[in-house]
């Protein structure tokens, strides 16, 4: 399963041009050798770490970056967020073995395109360079999941706050006391300090910066 943008008008009748960006010799070999009889794409140059790739980007401008995670010198992360800024039309697709959604929602917010897991199989990963190609974006199955795992939990997390402790949550973010909250509500201050402690606790949240970040991203202010 795949989630995909709606694709622009570019053109897919000439190879797609692109960088392969990996630093395992075999893993690269191996894609290299099923894009030899496609068609469809054209491997124009090889980089084993963000670096190189940066410098080739820079020389050869690739339609498609085809991106590992973990590499030395400069990781994927990192390359990402310089192509991004570089060439903000430019698409780079992750292909990680990581699943981890921390990985994934962080190389998403830095703006990849996409992102696949190296377990995919090679006509989904040529659909996979296609689709970023044209515009859009593609996560792969398990990633996929991931993201979606993360978005529900997110709102279980903030459905787990009672609506006394979103009262009291809002009153922290726009900057009061917690005697001047009491007050609002007419309860003690013990309680406004163990609805605090609940809050954080439920949220995972310690500081009263974080705690003001949640409420806005929440809604619960403006």
Do not use: C, W
């Amino acid at each position: 399963m795949t989630e995909q943008a709606s694709p622009s008008d570019r053109s897919v009748s000439a190879p797609i041009k692109l960088l392969l960006v990996d630093d395992h010799p075999l893993v690269r070999d191996g894609i290299r050798a099923r894009f030899e009889a496609d068609e469809l794409i054209e491997v124009i140059g090889e980089a084993q770490n963000g670096q190189q790739a940066l410098d080739f980007v820079s020389q050869k401008m690739p339609d498609v970056v085809l991106m590992d995670v973990s590499m030395p010198v400069m990781n994927g992360l990192e390359a990402t967020q310089h192509l991004r800024h570089l060439y903000p039309t430019m698409p780079v697709l992750i292909l990680s073995m990581h699943d981890s959604r921390e990985y994934i929602q962080q190389l998403v917010q830095t703006g990849a395109s996409g992102y696949v897991l190296k377990d995919v199989s090679s006509d989904e990963l040529v659909r996979a360079i296609q689709t970023v190609y044209q515009g859009g974006s593609y996560f792969s199955a398990g990633v996929s999941q991931m993201l979606f795992q993360g978005q529900v939990q997110a709102s279980e997390q903030k459905q787990a706050l009672t609506p006394r402790e979103e009262t009291v949550l809002r009153h922290l973010a726009e900057g009061s006391s917690n005697k001047e909250i009491a007050r609002a509500l007419d309860i003690s201050v013990r309680t406004v300090e163990t609805h605090r402690q609940n809050i954080k606790q439920k949220l995972d949240i310690h500081t009263a910066a974080g705690l003001a970040r949640y409420a806005i991203e929440q809604g619960l202010v403006s």
